[in-house]
């Protein structure tokens, strides 16, 4: 058995990489249905990538409590699909410094081998990107410069006589409406709400 005692640290320490594709889950407003122009509006989800550390606090045998704070590059694009004129596309580039307090749920280990499921919540705030609170154009969206997610997920311990790996799939589901409140332009009529939903595979040593 590699590693038979490393579990009963109390503190342990790592660092994390993260392959994610992420998308605008859409709400229409209203005001959409009196837009003569606009057909619709469609969300694509894209790729990025993420990297970070891992602080990890054993509270009990099986339960630990993680702090994972990490910078995550984003890319949100929406659809305009106009009915006279061409589609428009909208894309949303971001680096998001985030914040994601976990809590992990283990398994009984089974020789150098073991799973568990974590849930928890991340707070994101925006270092930079192409749209944000400051901007004062007609033609890009107005976005938010923060998020709240909710996160949940599986993965497996795998112990070696060096270092623990961990392959974990997490699923996060955004709370905060994107769409900044207070200011409209013609792009943002139509839509009530924008909410970011996040598939990532991340992999995580320790």
């Known amino acids: 058995m590699n590693n038979p005692e490393y579990d009963n640290r109390m503190i342990s320490y790592g660092f994390l990489i993260g392959l994610h594709t992420s ?17 619709s509006i469609q969300t694509i989800t894209s790729p990025g990538f993420s990297l970070g550390f891992i602080v990890n606090l054993r509270l009990t045998q099986f339960l630990d409590l993680r702090l994972l704070p990490k910078v995550a590059f984003y890319e949100h694009a929406l659809q305009f699909i106009r009915t006279n004129d061409p589609t428009l596309n909208e894309t949303v580039e971001s680096t998001v410094v985030e914040f994601p307090l976990i809590l992990k749920y283990k398994s009984v280990r089974k020789g150098n081998f073991g799973m568990y499921l974590v849930g928890g919540a991340k707070y994101g705030l925006e270092a930079s990107g192409k749209n944000n609170e400051n901007q004062n154009s007609n033609d890009e969206l107005f976005i938010q410069g923060s998020n709240l997610s909710l996160d949940f997920g599986f993965g497996f311990d795998i112990y070696y006589p060096l270092f623990k790996f961990s392959p974990e799939l997490r699923f996060s589901r955004g709370m905060s409406n994107m769409l900044l409140s207070g200011k409209t332009n013609d792009l ?7 909410n970011i939903n996040t598939i990532t595979l991340y992999f995580l040593f320790q």
Request: hydrophobic share 40%.
């Open 23 to 39: 998308g605008y889950q859409l709400k229409y407003a209203d005001a959409f249905d009196t837009i003569d122009s606009l057909h």
């Open 188 to 194: 943002s009529l139509g839509i009530k709400s924008l």
